[in-house]
């Protein structure tokens, strides 16, 4: 019996050292599990602060952009506005001119009527400038003055 005790010492020590090392084993893979969990978690925390990220920078781009247009119509807005002032202030100036050409043209008639008639008379505040006559025998020459000399200065 003594062997027997002995043996099933043996065996309990024996059983107690696997059942241990089982534990140290389901252990280990527990630890293994949790850090796995971890990582996932870690990983899944990163890739949606990554998206996050992502998000906001195409929100900032959109914004960006938009801002973008806005100043590009805004500049347009203003270019159309300079070029119809410009056109307006053409378009005045030409209708001011077109004004004062047509009273110029009236008070020109006003003043020196059209005659239909060649033969008819002239109007009375017209002056015709007509040359002098000419003499056939005296060519148009200009005078010129002799040169001075010294003594005629004396």
Known sequence: MAYQRLNETWCDGLAGKIAEAEAREQAKREDAERLAEREAALAAAARKQEEEREVDRAAAARKQEE???????????????????????????????????????????????????????????RRDFVPPPRNPRCPLVPIVPPRRTRRSWR
């Open 67 to 125: 801002e973008r247009e806005a100043a590009l119509a805004v500049a347009a807005r203003k270019q159309q506005e300079e070029r119809a002032a410009v056109l307006a202030e053409r378009e005045a100036y030409l209708q001011a001119a077109r004004a004062k050409q047509g009273a110029l043209r009236s008070r020109l008639k006003e003043l020196e009527p059209r005659h239909q008639d060649p033969r008819a008379a002239p109007h009375p505040r």
